[in-house]
Each structure stands twice: as C-alpha cells, then as structure tokens.
C-alpha cells in the first residue's frame, strides 16, 4: 500500500475493518439504536472509536498526532459513523453500497482537509511547526 495515496490506503484500511466486523452486524444494528437514545453511551461510544481511528489512521500510513491528528482522528470518526449506517444495511455480497459511501466520504473529508490547510496558511499564529523552521533557519541551514 505505500505506493497509494493516503486516501487510498485508508480506504483499504477501513474497508478491511468493516470485513472482519462482518459476524458482529447484528449486535453493532443494535448498538447502533441504543446510541440514538443514550447520550452518554454516545460520548463513549465516541471516544473508543476515535481511538480506533486513530490505529487506522496510523495504519494508513497517516498522523494522528498533535492537533491536526486530532482533527483529523475525529473526522475519521465521523466519516466512520456515516458510512456504518450504510454499511449496516448493505447486504449484498460486495458490498458495493458501502464502498461507494466511503469513498465518497473519504473525498469529502479529503477536500476539507486540504481547506483547513489552506485557511491556517491564511491566518497569522497557525502556522506549522515546519513553517516556522523554515522562517526562522539561516539561508545556509541545508548546505
């Protein structure tokens, strides 16, 4: 997977974990109904699944680290959360329902990532820890 994009091997990353949920489909249908009426069991179902994703993530080859992980650790937990709900009434064999959502979510979060970026390179005090070591190194630092 590292010749992939990051998007792609997140993909598969999830992908192959919504596989080996398979056998648990019936008891995470339930759990699924439990949480719409459990606000407390919501917060906590949150936070183990954003600390699974953050094992995804990791897998994938992406950081989860600092505050830009935890961004990005939540969001996964969210694109996570949409493409369950397919993924728990798609019954067909391949599963082309839930690949299709995730994919499609995958993208989504891609583009707003990118537009973060973007905006914390607009606003003065965000920028990265690299931008400031390059700001601040002297012109010959890399010779």
Same mark, same amino acid.
């Given at each position: 997977?590292?010749?992939?994009?990051?998007?792609?091997?997140?993909?598969?990353?999830?992908?192959?974990?919504?596989?080996?949920?398979?056998?648990?489909?019936?008891? #995470?249908?339930?759990?699924? $109904?439990? =949480?719409? %009426?459990?606000?407390?069991?919501?917060? /906590?179902?949150?936070?183990?699944? &954003?600390?699974?994703?953050?094992?995804?993530?990791?897998?994938?080859?992406?950081?989860?680290?600092?505050?830009?992980?935890?961004?990005?650790?939540?969001? #996964?937990?969210?694109?996570? $959360?949409? =493409?369950? %709900?397919?993924?728990?009434?798609?019954? /067909?064999?391949?599963?082309?329902? &839930?690949?299709?959502?995730?994919?499609?979510?995958?993208?989504?979060?891609?583009?707003?990532?990118?537009?973060?970026?973007?905006?914390?390179?607009?606003?003065?005090?965000?920028?990265?820890?690299?931008?400031? %070591?390059?700001?601040?190194?002297?012109?010959?630092?890399?010779?």
């Amino acid at each position: 997977m590292e010749g992939e994009a990051a998007r792609e091997r997140l993909f598969d990353v999830l992908f192959s974990r919504f596989e080996a949920l398979e056998e648990c489909r019936p008891a #995470l249908r339930r759990l699924a $109904g439990a =949480v719409l %009426r459990d606000p407390i069991l919501a917060l /906590e179902l949150n936070r183990i699944v &954003t600390g699974s994703m953050a094992w995804m993530l990791s897998a994938a080859g992406i950081d989860h680290t600092g505050p830009g992980g935890l961004v990005r650790t939540q969001g #996964l937990a969210m694109v996570w $959360g949409q =493409v369950m %709900r397919v993924w728990l009434d798609d019954e /067909e064999p391949g599963h082309a329902r &839930t690949m299709a959502e995730l994919d499609k979510r995958l993208r989504q979060a891609e583009r707003s990532i990118i537009r973060l970026e973007r905006l914390r390179g607009l606003i003065p005090g965000l920028r990265s820890r690299r931008q400031d %070591r390059k700001t601040d190194a002297p012109a010959d630092a890399g010779a």
